[in-house]
């Protein structure tokens, strides 16, 4: 008896938009980040740092989530780059179709970079693309040392890990070696940087591996 192959991948909604939004972003060239961490780790702060290190005729745009307020557009429109708030609603993540909608009017012929700043959780910006060319995990050192352990899926998805917030272990119980230990459990090969907004200690790091990203050519295939 013939069995036909039924495996077959029938892509969800958002994987199909986010494709689209990924062949978007090969065509014009443009390196798209999507930066997700829990509440407060620093998300639009690590932004602030790096939009006022470029020089402004650099070609970069920014959309950020958050389920209420325009608070971290205003922030970020401080730099003069084009930004805009995606407000979700209630809605705990980003999706495709957000991210489609938040380009509506923007030229992307004039984009060379496209940061995302997700909507501060943990949890469900993991499953869901936006097309993007890697996610970066921002991690504080106020948030305990397990935090890979207990949320992996964005730990394992991620190509980087931002270690945030390290002007404060003076002063805070947080094992900087057990965290990075929990993460590479989790993800081995998982890029870490350790970073402070505050005294700008790290943001070479930073910049040194964003700087990286953007001379990699672009995938028109989707990342899984
Ligand atoms: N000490 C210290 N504080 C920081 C650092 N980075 C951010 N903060 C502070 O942490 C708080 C939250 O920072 P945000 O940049 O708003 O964090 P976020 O991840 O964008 O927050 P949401 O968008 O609400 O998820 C602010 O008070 C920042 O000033 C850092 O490296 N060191
Ligand atoms: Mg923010």
Redesign the pocket.
């Known amino acids: 008896m013939e069995r036909l192959p039924l495996e077959r991948k029938v892509l969800s909604e958002n994987d199909r938009i986010a494709a689209g939004l990924r062949e978007r972003f090969a065509e014009n060239d443009i390196l798209c980040l999507n930066l997700i961490?829990?509440?407060?780790?620093?998300?639009?702060?690590?932004l602030?740092r790096t939009l006022e290190s470029f020089d402004p005729s650099e070609r970069v745009a920014v959309l950020?989530g958050?389920i209420q307020t325009e608070n971290?557009a205003k922030r970020l429109a401080r730099s003069g780059f084009p930004v805009k708030q995606i407000t979700t609603g209630g809605t705990c993540h980003l999706d495709a179709r957000m991210i489609e909608k938040g380009l509506a009017g923007w030229n992307l012929e004039c984009i060379d970079l496209l940061l995302i700043?997700n909507?501060?959780n943990l949890v469900c910006p993991s499953s869901y693309d936006l097309g993007e060319a890697a996610k970066v995990v921002?991690f504080?050192v106020t948030e305990g040392e397990d935090k890979p352990l207990k949320y992996p899926s964005i730990f394992f998805k991620s190509q980087l890990m931002v270690l945030?917030?390290?002007?404060?272990l003076p002063y805070v119980p947080f094992d900087v070696e057990l965290a990075v230990r929990n993460a590479r459990q989790i993800h081995r090969d998982m890029e870490i940087v350790r970073?402070?907004?505050?005294?700008r200690e790290g943001l070479g790091d930073w910049l040194s591996w964003l700087a990286r990203q953007r001379k990699k050519p672009r995938a028109a295939a989707p990342v899984s």
């Open positions: 961490s829990s509440p407060g780790s620093g998300k639009t702060s690590l602030e950020t958050d971290d700043e909507v501060g921002v504080s945030n917030k390290i002007d404060l970073t402070s907004c505050q005294t």
